[in-house]
């Protein structure tokens, strides 16, 4: 079992730069596919990003493509998100999660992924 936690949420103007991390310990991820999704209050979990096992292939969500970065380490079994030209409409709490198999397929359902971490806050002001 792998536990997921992320890191450095915050308070961003609109227009600002976040990164956020996900440290995973239990085992490696590097077989794994992993993702970040958000939900903003009131409102379903939505997909942001995710990431190939090796890192090669990523897929955004139409919203943040261009702005958003995903990328992993998986010698230090981390998985990032670079965010830029944040927007309100951004804020919410980011989940970091790993994929249920191990192909190397990119899916954006949240049903496609086991583990999920405690999620960090982002916030963006107007």
């Known amino acids: 079992q792998v536990q997921l936690v992320e890191s450095g949420g915050g308070l ?3 227009g600002g730069s976040l990164s956020v991390s996900c440290a995973a310990s239990g085992r490696p991820i590097s077989m794994h596919g992993m993702g970040w999704f958000r939900q903003a209050p009131g409102k379903e979990r939505e997909f942001v990003a995710t990431i190939s096992r090796g890192g090669l292939s990523t897929s955004y969500a139409g919203s943040v493509k261009g702005r958003f970065t995903i990328s992993r380490d998986n010698a230090k079994n981390m998985v990032y998100l670079q965010m830029n030209s944040l927007k309100p409409e951004d804020t919410g709490v980011y989940y970091c ?30």
């Not at 949240?110 to 107007?126: I, K, P």
């Open 97 to 126: 999660t790993e994929r249920r198999t191990t192909d190397w397929e990119l899916r954006l359902s949240a049903n496609d992924y086991a583990y999920w971490g405690q999620g960090t806050q982002v916030t963006v002001s107007s």
């Open 12 to 14: 961003v103007q609109t």
